[in-house]
């Protein structure tokens, strides 16, 4: 293994409800990198960010993932999430009364074993909600709860912000993104690429944040294989004929 | 004063249930207050009930309102019964915040007449059981007020082998036109050996009304788990972050900033 | 307006409200003796032990109290209810020509034999106290099933499978009418589905009461055997008459292994009946069973289907749609112990409320210490279409273990003025609109039901609708 090699997946299979779903991944990602991940619906693509955070509704059957060397699937969610992986939920999950302020700054406690102080914490979040061009408000709002799809979205942006992984996934998979939402998504990348080593793992069809993104690598997963790895150029090859020369089907993304 | 028969609600169910009332002793002492707010009066009163046998009437005069904070703590005494009995007029809102966090035994009584029009209610019950504590909560809305609105949030988290029984009615009376109540209760449950019971009640009989009701009752959601640790906090503090939770849900309504704010601190040590 | 909603009422009664003389049929004194109760038994030809159970369970129906929980029952003199009467038929049938003419035209009316001839695997069909009519269909025989009459079993070969069963599920003791259906009960089903027999088609049985002043309380007793499927249809009626009728009939279903039995009720008895019926299922692992209940007639209903979910991942589901009229005040619901892990219970009710009826949804969701990784949803919804109307919800919960996940909404409202307008914008009156609404409203029952039935019911609801608009 490379030892540059932040996140390293071989032969990854994944099954759901007993229904295999990934069929052996093979994947690759620098300290650094940006790689985007595409294909049609009911490729795996979401399965592919579950299964390395750890959700436990999927059931890995074979194959190895490690970040920095050490091994993902031995670990517990929370561990994944203190090695420094982070995903961005689809549906992130309404939990009233614990603000959204107070749950990252557990959340970095806990991860740190430190005590973060309120003081300081508060100006980093104030000047994090400034980037996202988001509301001081919604710092003090129960986490996710009552939240709008796009306001949803904008929470999961503003805590990648704040806890600082080494490796993001963004799955953007739901192509329900209003304008708004899809500009905080973007900003957030940009500003989450200002660190050189952070490493970022984009899932999206979406052409106003792949425009931005010069990805390193772009992979293309069919049935639960990747068919195809290769640079940005695919993005654009994808965007004219869609995924039909790998699936056999005509199935534009 | 005896045995008597606590906490009945307006319509009964099936015996065998055993939740039409309960059978407690009750001293021969009772406190008693009564505050009436006058028209377009507002009052905040906190009591702690700290006796074991409280009564509290109050009466809230055309678009007054009243907010009564009323805690339980552990080191009360045993047994705590506690009546509350307040009469809306005319755009008159009661704000009832009862906060238990712990106790022997709790009886709580909470019964509020909206009997003006767009006269309002508004009650937010936390509580915590641990070991065997319990808690046998009546709280009833009667609409007779056209437009009247009345809203029963509860919150609370119950752990060893806790016992808790919270009854809530919404009686939506002839005379109510526009009326509209609901009430809503989420409960975590820790552990195994707990025991809950939830009877949400509505009564209607008047056709241009609303009534809802919902109830989530059991241990922390899957989901909701995975999703705190997938941001790095450990299973067992994300069960802690989510009971704290429920009690800081209800807490944080509380419209006086000193009691609040003790009640939160005094979380933050528990915690 | 009152004089429109007579008309309609009297509309709806036209297809129900015929009756023939009962004059010819033997009656048994009124009021309840250990002789009159030993009557029945002699008639009966009972076996030893279901002569003592009758005397048992009379003494301890005269223990018992009555409900005083729900509504009123004080109408119900039982003294002067006459609890036994028999249409004067020799035995049961099984040729419909062999069932005597005016029972026959009864039936007829009311369209039994030509839905047996099209759509039923087997039919029965009980006439007051007494089973009249009884038939399965050959295939369905040939694959074992036996659908038969509950007495006439109790002296072949199923006794000992009847008997270990016989009031196991419903004991005297769980209410006054479950105490009095033991010592006067007559006439009712026993049906088994043996191993791994899929019945396609359903079976139905067909309640009618006729006489006035009479109880019916009939026992139907179904056992599903492992992996086995059935549907059970049943329907009820009677014709209107000024004195109080009673239902205690006794419901009793036994679901195997791996079994699904789906059970659905279309009740249109008359408005001056007592129905006090109790049905319960007890289900094994794996197993699951289907409640579907349109409730539509009687005056008082006490009516609370219950599923005890003893084996693991067993299943019940139940989806009822309740419609209370003039004069009416119907009180069901269900009852769900979830008495095994990772049991599942969803529950799924409509409840409509009109011109002066009063409807209660009374349910309890019991989830035993040993239940973990059970489930139950409850879902209740309830609409009012006028003021003089009642609409009450008052479920429980009961929930002794964390290991659960429990959900409950209920949710009470008014037909919408928007909705009606809407209809109307596209040309249909506004009457015909809320009937419409009410109707769509109420396909959570509709939806399950064979499609002959569904019609019935949405003509049931569209009668009933008629004739409300102030």
């Known amino acids: 293994m490379d030892n540059n090699d932040l996140l390293a997946v071989e032969g990854l299979r994944v099954s759901a409800e007993e229904k295999e779903i990934l069929r052996g991944i093979d994947l690759k990602i620098g300290k650094g990198e940006t790689h985007v991940l595409m294909g049609p ?25 490690r970040i920095n060397g050490e091994d993902l699937l031995e670990m517990g969610v929370h561990e994944r999430a203190r090695a420094g992986l982070y995903m961005s939920f689809q549906n992130p999950v309404e ?69 600082k992984p080494s490796l993001a996934i963004l799955d953007e998979t739901d192509s329900g993104l209003d304008v708004d939402a899809v500009r905080t998504v973007s900003r957030g990348i940009e500003e ?34 990747i068919v195809k790895n290769g640079g940005p150029e695919l993005i654009g090859e994808i965007g004219r004929d869609g995924f039909a020369a790998y699936t056999g089907e005509e199935v534009h993304a | 004063m005896g045995e008597m028969l606590l906490n009945r609600p307006i319509a009964a169910t099936f015996r065998w249930l055993h939740v039409n009332g309960t059978k407690v002793n009750v001293p021969d002492t009772v406190l008693e207050r009564s505050v009436d707010v006058e028209e377009n009066g507002e009052e905040t009163v906190v009591t702690e009930c700290a006796t074991p046998n409280e009564k509290f009437v109050g009466s809230v005069g055309e678009n007054g309102t009243l907010r009564l904070i009323q805690i339980r703590r552990k080191e009360d005494p045993e047994q ?58 009546n709280c009833e809305a009667i609409h007779t007020g056209p437009k009247s609105r009345s809203d029963i949030y509860s919150s609370g988290v119950l752990s060893g082998q806790a016992d808790k029984l919270l009854r809530g009615t919404i009686d939506l009376r002839h005379g109510c036109v526009g009326a509209e109540g609901a009430e809503m209760e989420d409960v975590l449950l820790m552990d195994e050996d707990v025991r809950n019971r939830t009877v949400p009640v509505i009564l209607c009989t008047e056709e241009d009304v609303a009534g809802a009701h919902g109830a989530t009752i059991g241990r922390p959601d899957a989901n909701t788990v ?41 979380e933050d040590e528990e915690a | 307006m009152n004089g429109e909603k007579t008309q309609v009422e009297d509309v709806h009664q036209e297809f129900y409200d015929f009756r023939f003389d009962e004059s010819d049929f033997f009656k048994v004194d009124s009021g309840l003796t250990p002789e009159i109760i030993s009557q029945i038994s002699d008639e009966k030809k009972d076996p030893a032990w279901m002569r003592e159970f009758r005397q048992h369970a009379l003494e301890v129906y005269s223990r018992m109290k009555m ?17 036994y009467v028999r249409p004067n038929t020799e035995r049961m049938n099984t040729r419909w020509e062999d069932v005597p003419d005016d029972i026959k035209e ?132 009677a014709p209107k008459y000024n004195v109080a009728n009673l239902h205690a009939g006794c419901v009793e279903l036994f679901v195997g292994r791996n079994a699904t039995l789906r059970y659905s009720t279309i009740e249109n008895w008359s408005k001056n009946m007592y129905n006090l019926n109790t049905k319960r299922a ?59 892990p990772d049991t599942t219970s969803y529950v799924n009710t409509r409840s409509i409320s009109k011109s002066g009826g009063e409807n209660i949804f009374r349910s309890a969701v019991v989830v035993e210490k040993n239940a973990e990784n059970s489930k139950s949803a409850v879902s209740c919804q309830s609409l009012m279409v006028d003021r003089i109307s009642r609409s009450d919800t008052v479920p429980v919960m009961d929930v002794k273990t964390n290991r659960a996940d429990i959900g409950h909404e209920a949710r009470i409202g008014r037909i919408s003025n928007d909705a009606v307008f809407y209809l109307m914008s596209r040309g249909v009156t506004e009457e015909e609109a809320r009937a419409l609404i009410v109707s769509g409203f109420a396909d959570n029952v509709s939806k399950e039901l064979p499609l002959e039935y569904a019609v019935e019911m949405n003509n049931l609801i569209r009668i009933e609708m008629k004739g409300v608009i102030g």
């Open chain 1, 41 to 65: 619906n009911g490729a795996g693509k979401s399965t592919l960010a579950g299964a390395l955070m750890g959700d436990p509704r999927l059931t890995v059957t074979g194959g190895a993932a």
């Open chain 1, 95 to 163: 939990v009233p009364g614990i603000s959204l302020e107070n749950f990252v700054r557990t959340a970095l406690e806990q991860r740190s074993g430190e005590k973060v102080r309120p003081w300081a914490f508060h100006k980093e979040v104030l000047q994090v909600l400034k980037t996202l061009e988001m509301d001081e408000s919604y710092a003090e709002r129960d986490l996710n709860y009552g939240f709008s799809g796009g306001e949803k979205k904008k929470a999961e942006i503003f805590q990648l912000l704040l806890l």
């Open chain 1, 192 to 225: 989450f690429r200002k660190n050189q080593d952070a490493s970022l793992l984009v899932i999206t069809h979406n052409a106003a944040i792949l425009e931005a993104l010069h990805p390193d690598a772009v992979h293309i997963l069919v049935d639960g294989r």
């Open chain 2, 80 to 137: 705590v019964i506690n009546d509350v009995s307040v009469r809306c007029a005319k755009g008159a809102r009661f704000e009832w915040y009862r906060v238990i966090l712990g106790g022997a035994a709790t009886y709580d009584n909470c019964s509020v007449a909206l009997e003006g029009e767009e006269s309002s209610f508004a009650a937010s019950i936390g509580y915590r059981l641990g070991g065997t504590e319990k808690a046998d909560i």
């Open chain 2, 226 to 266: 995975y999703y705190l640790q997938s941001r790095g906090v450990p299973r067992e503090e994300t069960e802690k972050m989510l009971a704290r939770a429920k009690m800081d849900a209800i807490i944080r309504r509380i419209p006086a900033e000193s009691v609040r704010d003790a009640l939160l601190k005094a």
């Open chain 3, 67 to 83: 409900p005083d929980w729900g509504p009123s029952v004080e109408g119900l003199n039982m003294d002067n209810i006459v609890t």
């Open chain 3, 106 to 237: 009864t039936f007829d009316r009311l369209g039994i034999p030509q839905a047996e001839r099209t759509s039923l695997a087997g039919v029965g069909a009980q006439y007051d106290s007494e089973l009249v009519y009884h038939n399965v269909r050959e295939e369905v025989a040939r694959a074992g099933v036996i659908y038969t009459d509950i007495e006439s079993a109790l002296h072949g070969p199923y006794a000992d499978l009847i008997r270990e069963r016989f009031m196991k599920l419903v004991p005297l003791t769980d209410h006054k009418f479950a105490a009095l259906h033991g010592a006067v009960w007559s006439g009712g089903s026993f049906v088994y589905v043996p191993k791994g027999v899929h019945v396609d088609i359903p079976l139905q049985s067909y309640f009618r009461l006729n006489a006035p002043g009479a109880g019916q309380f009939e026992h139907t007793l179904i056992i599903v055997d492992e992996g086995a499927y059935l549907h059970f249809i049943e329907g009820c009626s």
């Open chain 3, 282 to 340: 007890k289900v094994e692992e794996g197993g699951k069973i289907e409640w579907v209940t349109g409730s539509f007639g009687s005056h008082i209903s006490y009516l609370y289907p219950m599923s005890i979910l003893a084996g693991r991942g067993s299943r019940s589901e139940f989806t009822g749609v309740t419609f209370a009229g003039a004069g009416q005040i119907l009180d069901t619901g269900c009852k769900i112990v979830h008495a095994a």
